[in-house]
């Protein structure tokens, strides 16, 4: 085959590949494996949040927020409850996850399209990974919540390996265990 063919050739290779992928999630975060949205509903307690930019979940940070309730609605999508706080008041608001095609990841808009994936999901903990598409570039939240407030060191240890993974540090992470809270139980 002369060079000029196979250009054509890897032109439309990846050409349809764009395609492909456009068809599909736009997150190539991984999913907990059997993922099961039955065991992501009830009360929450948020513990630890990570974001790109610190200062989104520093007080007063868009993203700083205490998630109290997730519940499944019969389209398969999520209603999840959380509170922040506006001027020293716990607000509370809930958003709908929408489900895409690959089971624990869900899209939403909050100020542009958010991708919500269960990196981890099990008995004790939920690690959610936010990313979001906007013409603002990438911009990556990462949250740990606990079915109580102690998410042991497994918990932790999850935590700190999917924020690696990110490239988020410690300097990128707030612990919300001894904050200012919002969580009155429903
Ligand atoms: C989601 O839950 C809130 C209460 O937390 C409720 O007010 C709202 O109607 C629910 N939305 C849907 C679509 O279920």
């Known amino acids: 085959m ?3 063919q196979r250009k054509g050739l890897l032109l439309l290779l990846s050409v ?4 492909a992928r456009a068809g599909q999630d736009q997150s190539q975060v991984p999913v907990q494996p ?9 009360h929450w307690y948020t ?10 979940v520093q007080e007063g940070g868009a993203f700083r927020c205490f998630m109290t309730n997730i519940r499944g609605l019969e389209n398969g999508n999520l209603n999840i409850t959380y509170f922040h706080r506006k001027d020293g008041k716990c607000v509370k608001e809930f958003y709908i996850a929408e489900q895409t095609n690959t089971p624990g990841r869900y899209t939403f808009e909050y100020g542009g399209r958010i991708y919500l994936t269960f990196v981890v999901l099990n008995h004790d903990i939920a690690i959610m990974d936010l990313e979001s598409h906007s013409d603002a570039g990438p911009f990556i939240v990462v949250e740990l ?12 240890d999850a935590y700190r390996q999917h924020m690696d993974r ?21």
């Open 2 to 4: 002369g060079v000029p």
């Open 34 to 42: 059997g993922f099961s949205p039955e065991q992501a509903e009830g």
């Open 166 to 186: 990110r490239g988020l540090g410690q300097s990128h992470t707030v612990d919300l265990v001894l904050a200012p809270r919002c969580d009155s139980p429903e």
């Open 47 to 56: 513990i630890k949040l990570g974001a790109t930019n610190p200062s989104a």
């Open 16 to 19: 349809w590949l764009g395609l």
């Open 145 to 156: 919540h606990g079915r109580s407030l102690s998410p042991g060191r497994q918990g932790l």
